[in-house]
């Protein structure tokens, strides 16, 4: 295991065996850091502390256990994601899941116990089956035919992890599920850019759940189910046709942004979604796209947050880590340790900002 994260952490750090070797200096050959990465030995005391120093890491990423190996890892846009990219995108999700489950096993909590939809993995024939599989998720989670007021709380209060955090640019998003040590059950994660728009934040997190869902052995094209599921799943086609009307030629600006800002979709998907249940036709689209739609995919028009906003973002791993130091179960330089956060924000955290000021005086 240490073997496999230092590997991922030079790779996320940019060096080969020989680069690394020349910023540790003379102490360390390429040989040596190859053997260490195999597994063959282990760094002594001082090579480890330089080694953390070198790729900007921490001891707790390369020595824990609570995370073996990222599996089944599907990333959105993998087409354009290069293998350095996909290097640094594991690292980063492995040390906060690393944190995550940590602090779980803390407070005695089942990491694996997700809410599964009873109907499982689905093996389906055809693409627009994605849409019955999102009508069933509905059906199955009490969800009725209203829009998501919060996806990340619905994943999250099933049970998935949901990590928002800076990414390359040219990665959406991807899914996972994390291999632990002793046998212990996988635990599925699902990760999106923090610098998206919401509207895109919210149809990955779709898009990704149902990859989770459609059995990646259907004959299909696996993107293009999952986006079917994600606009049904977002925008359900009985809530639609009762806001909009079962059939429309023509659509007003304003019209669409009231109803793209109450699905909390993009503008470009939402025009999508109502081709995909036919309130308009191929002609209405393509008129919207050269029109006053032009420009959507690529920037979103008037999007629901504002400049330095950040809305429907996890909560659930800072509300568990404030909980264990509420309950003295850890200190708060360790609750500083899991959330990066100072010692004075993790004392504002827990007391208040009157109460931390107290203390201070």
Known sequence: ????????????????????????????????????????????????????????????????????????????????????DRAKVEAVVIDCLQRYLAVEEILELDSAAWRAPKLGTRFIGEESEGEVLAQDIREEWELGIDPIPNMTALLEDHGIKVLVIPLPDNVSGLTCLVRRPR???????????????????????????????????????????????????LVSRDHLEREIGATRHALGYRELIQLKRMYRVSAAAFLVRLRQVGIIDESTLAYAFQTYARGWRAAEPEPIEQSGQKREMPRRFERLCYRALAEGLISPGKAGELLHLPLEDIEKGLKGPAGADADSR
Do not use: C, W
């Open 1 to 84: 295991m240490f073997g496999d994260r230092l590997k991922l952490a030079r790779k996320k750090a940019g060096y080969s065996l020989r680069d690394l070797a020349d910023v540790l200096g003379s102490e360390v050959s390429a040989q040596a850091i190859g053997k260490y990465e195999r597994g063959e030995m282990m760094p002594s005391s001082s090579v480890l502390s330089r080694l953390i120093r070198a790729l900007d890491v921490s001891l707790d990423y390369l020595l824990n256990d609570q995370v073996e190996e990222l599996e089944a890892i599907e990333f959105r846009k993998l087409s354009r994601t290069s293998a350095g």
């Open 183 to 233: 046998h212990k059950d996988k635990v599925p994660v699902i990760v999106v850019n923090a610098e998206h728009t919401l509207e895109r934040r919210r149809l990955t997190l779709a898009h990704e759940f149902g990859h989770r869902l459609i059995d990646p052995q259907s004959p299909i094209n696996q993107e293009k189910a999952a986006n079917i599921f994600a606009g049904a799943l």
